[in-house]
């Protein structure tokens, strides 16, 4: 299984992107479906999470972000809207299984001021 991200560049504040995310192979297992991002000199963090219990997440992107799936496309989204220069980072995809983790190789997005 590999996860290819994509969907990311510069965008002034105030706009939207949507990143993708696709699955190359078969997931068994699922448990979580989830977006992280990493800011320059800063920790990974999580952004946004989906379980089949339903959807959350972190407090500074709350009511602009979306987590989406399609499983015919066996792709998961992020749909960023309002975005500012904060959201600044390179942002991976995370899929958790009872077996193991997978994770994409990351997308930048640049929100210029």
Not at 46 to 55: F, P
Not at 66 to 72: K, L, N, P, Q, Y
Request: proline content about 2%; glycine content about 12%; hydrophobic content about 35%.
């Amino acid at each position: 299984v590999q996860l290819q991200a994509s969907g990311g560049g510069l965008v002034q504040a105030g706009g939207s992107l949507r990143l993708s995310c696709a699955n190359s192979g078969r997931i068994i297992g699922l448990k979580a479906m989830r977006w992280y991002r990493q800011a320059p000199g800063k920790e990974r963090e999580w952004v946004a999470i989906m379980t089949d219990g339903g959807k959350n997440y972190a407090d500074s992107v709350k009511g602009r972000f979306t987590i989406s799936r399609d499983s015919a496309k066996k792709t998961m989204y992020l749909q960023m809207n309002t975005l500012e220069p904060e959201d600044t980072a390179v942002y991976y995809c995370n899929i958790d299984t009872v077996y193991t983790t997978y994770w994409g190789q990351g997308t930048q997005v640049t929100v210029s001021s």
